[in-house]
């Protein structure tokens, strides 16, 4: 028989429940031996319950930040109270007093490092940014220097975009940062890690292979680890908005689990990996609902990561259109209001088991996708004469339909470390199937009104065989050998309809059957030096060799051709004493054209734009050149001034560009061609420094580029010149409980085609922004933004300023746990969308339709329940060390008396 025992937790001043206090049970034994029995957690209500306690003697410990630790000595479950039927001994109300000295230590805090650079790493600690209960990791990029979030989640850091996010250094939805970034709580993070991840192989071998993924690495607090976490949020505003959102996770040394999913009509979209971006609009549902695993051998031999993804969109795009044509010796206009709406379901499963011991390195990594969904896009377009004004042509387009497409491939590696130190041997290979269906109407005005269905099915296989060598100590020949081949069908049938309305007449202008085969081989030598041990330098040369070969059989026109390339590269990379960091690379890239450039599928969808082929194209080439130059002043553990400056060139030859003709309706011809003179060349000079141990700081970045781009238009050579300038200049004071930003920035962009001369375009766009977080009274978070956006060049209403003002209020209901925000978005109601694209031959703005005001109420639920091991045993452990530590004092006083 066993008792269970009961209590209640008190403030001894204010005589309030005190939620989250630690209670641990020791057991006694006949020699006095104390040992750990259990523990619990006082409820929201100051209860603690322990049950099944068998017969013994017991003490209960009482430990909670900011109150003396409290010890109830005597505790008796006795047998014959048992029998008796006194199963329950309760304790009654114990009460806690406050501890002022330790609350004086828990309020002054240090000031905590927000950066610190780790050689190639930049960790930024997240205990150095205010960040707020329902905060998720992409509110924490945003507030990083020299980092940015576009309207699609896309995540950019020092002006490159992120690829992969980990969690503990382990795979966390493979390669979806976006849904990674917008459901991870920012409060779970103790800080993240930015760098360029290497390889397996490379991880494994200790040889660069050139493979490198833009990584961020999010390292949990010590004190999540080793039990449940959540957080369940469901809120309701005006405008019929809602949003909710549930995260679940366990977190530990060897294995993860996380369960996490999300419904909104906010303008949070679900973007597919691997899938194109979308403008997203008022009018939009997005939905989630993803799992992920992460189990690893406690000798970290074996490990397996699978992730299981459910992601939906439905919205409503709408967009105004005007494009201004420039073409030699006149111009006109083009203008379009269009309407798309789109619905989209997909599965995705991935999955990668791995086998690492000291000589062979085993992965296999296998993925299953299937999307589908359906489609309908009307528009509404007109070209006008530039300079008369009279309208040339008009006219509506109305294309709907529904498509789906599966994929399935199998990614393996294999690599053996040889008995000779550097010499290693690889094998890598992939098999994959796609298999795409689409069947949709096609209707332009009074022009023609017809059905169409496409199949595309494909099989894909490569492999690449990897061997190196060492020359010397210090010295390495690497050789590989790549061949991947992919065989597909594509069937398109295009009917118009019979007397009858029935569509049964094929239209064999838009109907397409044809085989497809693309082999591609890569011959690559590399001479390299490894960054040894102690070492600070790394510097490789190589060439690589790749032959190619396409063919196409379809009706009556059959094709192929071959390409031969050759493409040297370079790289070095060295870090000096005094922390300057140095990185120069070149490469030689080149691209084969590939058979919708040479033989395209025909295709009228849209009325005033048709695509020809050319089956004389040859490989684009480029010359790629990148440099980096950094430099920490100060420690890099403490409060550095870092600086960093890039600068990235491109020169083309061949380079495919389009050949572009109108006829007079307006209607754009456009075929690929080889030509060279293309070239770009960007750069930004980043800077950031810290002020006052980091009450203030200041970060700059400064981009500048010119871009040189050939077209032809109406037969006439066109160069388009480009030249952007743009600054970003922030301002942060972090005080207490008080951190400010204000920011601005502009961009300016002036562009010149030749065959129009003497007509120059120039646009600025700027912003002033700020925001201040602080917690108020009563313990509530207040935090608002503001943006103001001013504009220069731009058409008509396009160019009108606007000012975009959010704020946030949340407070803590029941000590943590349940939290309640009250939100609003763009309560002067202004916000607008607008992007400009300039183009070879034309300047386009478009309008898109976007969410404005809006006021919303939100509920969060956040748990932890803490595990056995880990944080939560340390801090039961600290109680006994306080306890024998007592004991120790109280024995050497007995001693002096």
């Given at each position: ?5 009961t ?11 005190l939620?989250?206090?630690t ?36 003490e ?20 014959n109270?048992l ?18 000295a ?11 490092v ?11 600690n997240?205990?150095a ?36 996010i ?15 970034s ?9 800080n ?7 390889s ?44 909710g ?42 939905y ?42 006149s ?22 088991i791995?086998?690492?011991d ?31 004004g ?28 040889m ?14 199937f ?22 595309n ?13 060492p020359?010397?100590?210090k010295?390495?020949?690497?050789g ?7 065989f ?7 009917f118009?309809?019979?007397?009858s ?5 094929l ?18 030598l ?37 390409f ?50 050319n ?39 061949n ?11 307006g ?9 060279g ?36 238009i ?6 388009t ?5 743009g ?15 204000v ?16 007509k ?9 922004d ?5 917690i ?89 329940t803490g ?31």
């Amino acid at each position: 028989m066993k008792a269970n025992i009961t209590l209640s937790v008190r403030d001894s001043s204010t005589n309030t429940p005190l939620g989250l206090v630690t209670a641990t049970l020791t057991r006694i034994d006949y020699n006095k031996n104390r040992e750990v029995f259990t523990y619990a957690i006082s409820d929201t209500l100051g209860a603690i319950r322990f049950n099944s306690v068998p017969v013994s003697e017991y003490e209960i410990s009482l430990q909670y930040m900011g109150y003396f630790m409290k010890i109830i000595p005597n505790i008796k479950v006795e047998a014959n109270e048992l029998v008796q039927g006194n199963n329950i001994k309760d304790l009654g109300v114990i009460k806690l007093r406050e501890n002022a000295a330790e609350l004086n230590a828990i309020t002054v805090k240090d000031h905590v490092v927000p950066i610190k650079y780790l050689g190639d790493t930049i960790q930024y600690n997240a205990a150095a940014y205010k960040l707020s209960d329902t905060d998720v990791l992409e509110d924490f990029f945003k507030k990083l220097p020299g980092w940015s979030v576009d309207n699609n989640g896309r995540i950019t850091a020092n002006g490159k975009v992120i690829e992969q996010i980990t969690v503990n250094g382990r795979i966390f939805f493979f390669n979806d940062p976006v849904f990674v970034s917008r459901n991870l709580p920012a409060k779970i993070l103790k800080n993240i890690k930015l760098f360029e991840k290497q390889s397996e192989r490379s991880k494994f071998t200790g040889i660069d292979d050139g493979a490198r993924t833009n990584t961020v690495d999010v390292a949990v607090r010590e004190d999540m680890l080793n039990g449940w976490l959540g957080d369940v949020s469901a809120g309701g505003g005006t405008d019929e908005r809602y949003k909710g959102k549930e995260f679940i996770a366990n977190f530990n040394k060897y294995n993860q689990i996380a369960i996490i999913g999300n419904i909104s009509n906010l303008n949070e979209p679900s973007i597919f990996p691997g899938a194109p971006s979308q403008t997203n609009s008022a009018d939009s549902r997005s939905y989630s609902l993803g799992s992920n695993l992460n189990l690893s051998s406690t000798k970290n031999k074996y490990s397996t990561d699978i992730s299981y993804n459910l992601k939906g969109n439905d919205n409503i795009i709408e967009t105004e259109v005007y494009r201004q044509n420039f073409i030699k010796d006149s111009s006109f206009v083009y203008e379009s209001s269009a309407r798309k709406e789109n619905n989209t379901t997909s599965h995705i499963l991935n999955g990668e088991i791995s086998r690492n011991d000291k000589k062979i390195m085993l992965v296999i990594k296998p993925m299953v996708r299937y999307t589908y969904g359906n489609y309908s896009n009307s528009t509404n377009y007109k070209t006008i004469g530039g300079e008369s004004g009279v309208v040339i042509k008009e006219g509506e387009s109305n294309d709907s339909g529904k498509r789906d497409q599966e994929s399935f491939s199998t990614d393996f590696q294999i690599t053996k470390r040889m008995n000779k130190a550097r010499r290693t041997l690889s094998l890598t290979g992939k098999l994959g199937f796609d298999r795409s269906a689409n069947e949709g109407r096609n209707r332009i005005s009074d022009e023609s009104d017809q059905r169409y269905n496409v199949d595309n099915n494909s099989i894909k296989l490569s492999t690449q065989l990897s061997y190196t060598e060492p020359l010397t100590k210090k010295m390495i020949l690497v050789g590989n050998w790549g061949f991947s081949t992919s065989f597909s069908n594509l069937n398109k049938e295009t009917f118009n309809p019979d007397n009858s309305g029935n569509f049964t007449i094929l239209d064999p202008t838009l109907s397409d059957r044809s085989d497809n085969t693309e082999l591609q081989q890569n011959f690559d030598l590399q001479l390299q030096k490894p960054k040894g041990k102690g070492e600070r330098s790394f510097y490789m040369v190589g060439v690589s060799l790749m032959p190619s070969y396409i063919k196409r059989n379809s009706e009556g026109n059959n094709f192929d051709k071959w390409f031969v390339n050759v493409a040297p590269k370079a790289e070095f990379r060295i870090t000096t004493p005094n922390l300057l960091q140095v990185f120069i690379n070149y490469k030689a890239n080149v691209r084969t054209p590939d058979l919708s450039q040479m033989m395209p599928v025909p295709d009228n969808t849209d009325p005033l734009y048709f695509r020809m082929g050319n089956k004389n194209l040859k490989g684009e080439y480029e010359h790629s050149a990148f440099m980096k130059i950094s430099k920490i002043t100060g420690s890099t553990s403490s409060y550095a001034n870092g600086y960093f400056f890039f600068i990235d060139a491109s020169y083309f030859a061949n380079r495919i560009i389009n050949k572009s003709w109108f006829d007079e309706n307006g209607v754009q011809y456009s075929m690929p061609f080889n030509d060279g003179g293309d070239y770009s060349v960007q750069s930004r000079l980043m800077t950031n420094l810290p002020f006052f141990k980091g009450v203030l700081g200041f970060s700059d970045i400064i981009t500048a580029g010119h871009y040189n781009n050939i077209s032809y238009i109406d037969g006439a050579r066109n160069v388009t010149k480009r030249v952007v300038f743009g600054e970003k200049a922030d301002l942060t004071i972090n005080y207490g409980d008080l951190r400010i930003d204000v920011g601005a920035s502009f961009n300016y962009e002036l562009s010149e085609n030749s065959i129009y001369p003497g007509k120059k375009n120039s646009t600025w766009r700027n912003n002033i922004d700020g925001s201040i977080s602080y917690i108020l009274p009563l313990e509530i978070n207040f935090r608002s933004d503001i943006s103001y956006q001013f504009f220069s060049g731009y058409k008509g209403q396009n160019d009108k300023p606007y000012l975009l003002w959010n704020a946030n209020l949340s407070k803590s209901i029941i000590r943590n746990k349940l939290i309640a925000t009250l939100s609003a978005r763009d309560i002067l109601n202004q916000n607008k969308n607008i992007q400009r694209a300039v183009s070879d031959f034309y300047i386009q703005e478009t309008r898109y339709n976007i969410v404005r005001q809006y006021f919303l109420f939100t509920l969060t639920y956040k748990f932890f329940t803490g595990g056995t091991t880990g944080a939560f045993k340390e801090r039961v452990n600290s109680i006994f060390r306080n306890q024998e530590r007592n004991a120790f004092i109280n024995e050497i006083n007995d001693i002096k008396r």
